[in-house]
């Protein structure tokens, strides 16, 4: 098969030199593959907002490899793998970071354990497996210089780790749900669907009030920013098909004093 696409996301940032590294590997292994840098400024460690953000993007990344690498558990017990699915292949750790994507993508046909020496990279250590074991995984995969069962001995898809995703609750007149994402302009993504809206009987171009903690604040579901005036708070459906907040010129988070995990109630006026 020719050779495929890496798409490359992590929690590395980019103070330090872990994501070039990553690529030279990658560029040792599998020169003639195109690496696609999705994200490396996930908050460290968590797990939620990495696996959402590859959900968000997997079906606009081209076929091939997605290498994710969230690894609070590094160098534990806890499986290193290449999933195997319709769209091409998830390497990364068993940690559920993979997970909403590979349902995403239809479910996972085979998942392998990478454990065969011949794929990992000697190191002493075990605290840089995104180098030594998932880069040269993914790097193997997409080249098609191996084969799947070469990583290692295969494993029940169903002892998979899964990621739990809260969901939002609703009722007469509100939904109750959680800030999900934080995007770099401040706005705030949460897991409130367009449905769970009309579900509890509100729509769009109503007046909203949107609860967090004790405080109160008066919004608009609007279609685009510029349906409120400049400073203006407003709630709109994002491209992940989300219901979101922002403001118009300023930010979300700042003005609904809101942070990952932070519960939202919204309701009718």
Not at 99 to 120: D, K, Q, T, W
Not at 122 to 140: I, Q
Not at 219 to 225: F, K, P, Q, R
Not at 253 to 267: M, P
């Amino acid at each position: 098969m020719p050779p495929r696409p890496i798409t490359f996301m992590s929690d590395f940032g980019r103070r330090d030199e872990f994501v070039g590294v990553v690529h030279g590997v990658i560029a040792l292994l599998a020169p003639q593959c195109r690496v696609i840098d999705l994200n490396h400024r996930i908050p460290p460690g968590d797990i939620r907002s990495g696996a959402l953000m590859l959900l968000r993007a997997i079906q606009y990344m081209p076929p091939g490899v997605a290498l994710a690498v969230v690894d609070p558990g590094v160098g534990t017990d806890r499986r290193a793998i290449a999933a195997e699915t319709g769209w091409g292949y998830l390497v990364g750790p068993d940690n559920g970071l993979l997970s909403p994507a590979a349902a995403l993508l239809g479910g996972v046909r085979r998942v392998f354990s990478i454990e065969n020496p011949e794929v990992i990279l000697p190191s002493v250590g075990r605290t840089f497996e995104g180098r030594d074991r998932f880069a040269p995984a993914a790097a193997l995969l997409a080249s098609g210089e191996a084969e799947p069962g070469q990583m290692g001995p295969e494993v029940d898809p169903h002892t998979l780790t899964p990621l739990l995703l809260p969901l939002s609750e609703v009722s007469e007149g509100q939904v109750e749900g959680l800030a999900w994402w934080v995007d770099t302009y401040g706005n705030v993504q949460t897991n409130i669907s367009p449905e769970d809206m009309t579900e509890a009987g509100l729509s769009p171009g109503q007046d909203l009030t949107v609860r967090v903690g004790l405080m109160k604040y008066r919004t608009t579901w609007a279609a685009a920013y510029a349906d409120v005036e400049t400073g203006r708070p407003l709630l709109y459906i994002d491209s992940a098909g989300l219901m979101a907040l922002a403001v118009r010129g300023g930010r979300a988070d700042e003005h609904f004093t809101l942070g990952l995990g932070t519960s939202v109630v919204i309701a009718r006026a």
